[in-house]
């Protein structure tokens, strides 16, 4: 008996749990089922929690091997496996005043769903994330289900998509629409070029479940079809994975702590508090993960840069210094 509750949030993904105080180290049995929560819900959601960097560090490292923070961002002093999310920070090193305005052209082709970091060869597995500065209202976080996106797909369209690869990359542009140069960062990213295969249709390697892997951020054309072909099926695939059926919406509050698998859900982070003139921080740890395969068995193809593990994968002089990140 391991004493948690698992509530579910929403139809189709999402749950809750209770009863756990995850700053502890826990046993096999709350680990199991901790992570049973999560190959059935895709994303769950722990509240009034007690983190700090070395504390959510070490519940990360029981679910796997975590990677460094994040390629083209600096992680806190002493905490090499914390990315940092905050938007006020990222205004700054992309540009200040103009970022607003950059920001809003860049989003006329691109609404933001995404799984995280999909231009790698080997995606993350998962990420926990937790909040430690929160605006008194917006600012949520949105997820979807990816496996249950490709299973409302029809019959004969499922088993198309199946045989189509999708190039992901860092810097994507799925629709043709201009994207914003933003000097340091796009710079940062020309010259180390994340380009992966994948499969469009991928097979969860835990749960054998088949999920719709295709997001607007990263995913850049389908491989081998015209560009007008890429451009109506990814159209299609990203109202597929973003139907409102399909997801759930997290309200944080000081002490929330969500942990999401990065195979088979996308999410959205908030775009409801650009306007406001508020704070919002979180830390992200993120679990490594496998190459995908498809529902052929075949798995990705690496096309540029390096697999995502735990020690800096690009250089670690970041492109703008502001200030210290904690
Ligand atoms: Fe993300």
Known sequence: ???????????????????VDISRPLDAETISAIQAALDEW???????????????TAF??????????????????????????????????????????????????????????????????GAILRAEVLPEYGGDTQYTN???????????????????RA????GANWNGMPRPSVSGFSQRVEQNSLVAHHPVVRVHPKTGEK?????????????????????????????EISRPEYTVRFRWAPGSVIFWD?????HIPPRDIDHLDVAR???????????PVGVDGRESELIEGPRLGSEPVFSTTFFRRTEPVS
């Not at 389908?222 to 159209?235: F, M, N, Q, Y």
């Open 1 to 19: 008996m391991t004493g948690i509750t698992v509530k579910p949030a929403a139809g189709r993904i999402g749950a809750e749990i209770e009863g």
């Open 42 to 56: 895709k994303v769950v959601f722990f509240r009034d929690q007690q983190l700090d960097h070395a504390s959510q």
């Open 60 to 125: 990360g490292r029981q679910f796997g091997e975590l990677t460094y923070g994040h390629p083209h961002h600096e992680p806190p002093a002493g905490a090499p496996e914390i990315y940092t999310i905050q938007h006020r920070r990222f205004e700054k090193q992309l540009g200040g005043d103009d970022t607003k305005k950059q920001r809003s052209y860049a989003y006329a082709g691109n609404n933001g769903w995404h799984s995280d970091l999909t231009p790698f060869i080997n995606p993350p597995a």
């Open 146 to 164: 990816l496996v249950a996106a490709y299973e409302g797909l029809s019959d004969p369209f499922k088993e198309f998509v199946s045989t189509l």
């Open 167 to 170: 190039e992901h990359r860092y």
């Open 211 to 239: 999920a719709l892997f295709v997001n607007p951020v990263y995913t850049d054309h389908i491989v081998g079809v015209s560009p007008i072909e890429s451009r109506l099926i990814l159209d299609y695939l990203f109202d």
């Open 262 to 266: 990065n195979r088979a859900t996308a």
């Open 281 to 291: 921080k979180l830390h992200r740890v993120t679990l490594v993960g496998e190459v």
